[in-house]
């Protein structure tokens, strides 16, 4: 069975950084592209950063420059790694396996 | 990039009822259309893919259709779970979605 689960979520000033985890199960997570969405209070949903199977990541414009989407094939992990936040990066980040699974969701809040 | 634009953005309805949801493309996606469903609080569930292929698992009273720009998702009876948040995501250039339909009781 797939599973996901996101950690590192929570609370940061502006400008500040963090860093999300997403550890898998049920499967490699090289074998398969993965991505990072968004959704912020209320909102809709954003793509965020993607990383095929090649292992090259890809980013939305929005978050371009600040956001770094990596992987550990042997913890079976990925990582986005965030800096330079904004008050506008405030959202639950989901990471999903081929937008058939989904973790949890983990909150991340920017704000003084 | 491609923007989607869902309508109506509420649809208040009764269990056993059709519903009707709308999704249109700035430009053309041909058949690189999902849809999903979410629920307060809960990740989304994909529902379709490719514009009318359902996902796995997924009951035969969710249908959808459409190419190009225009798309339509369709719950023929409706049930009491399916009172839910739906977006539809393109995938032909990256990835975006729109702003959701909210489904809500009548």
């Known amino acids: 069975e797939v599973q996901l689960v996101e950690t590192g979520g929570g609370l940061i000033q502006p400008g500040g950084s963090l860093r999300l985890s997403c550890a898998a199960s049920g499967f490699t997570v090289s074998s398969t592209y993965m991505s990072w969405v968004r959704q912020a209070p209320g909102r809709g949903l954003e793509w965020v950063s993607v990383?095929?199977?090649?292992?090259?990541?890809y980013y939305a414009d929005s978050v371009k420059g600040r956001f770094t989407l990596s992987r550990d094939n042997t913890n079976n992990t990925m990582y986005l790694q965030m800096n330079s936040l904004r008050v506008e990066d405030t959202a639950v980040y989901y990471c999903t396996k081929d937008w058939v699974s989904w973790g949890q969701g983990a909150l991340v809040t920017v704000s003084s | 990039e491609i923007v989607l634009t869902q309508s109506p953005a509420t649809l208040s309805l009764s269990p056993g009822e059709r519903a009707t949801l709308s999704c249109r493309a700035s430009?053309?996606?041909?058949?690189?259309l999902a849809w999903y469903q979410q629920k307060p609080g809960l990740a989304p569930r994909l529902l379709i893919y490719d514009a009318s292929k359902r996902a796995p698992g997924i009951p035969a009273r969710f249908s959808g259709s459409g190419s190009g720009t225009d798309f339509t998702l369709t719950i023929s009876s409706l049930e009491p779970e399916d009172f839910a948040v739906y977006y539809c995501q393109q995938r032909s250039n990256w990835w975006t979605f729109g702003r959701g339909t909210k489904v809500e009781i009548k």
């Open positions: 990383i095929f199977s090649g292992g090259r990541p």
């Open positions: 430009q053309s996606v041909s058949s690189s």
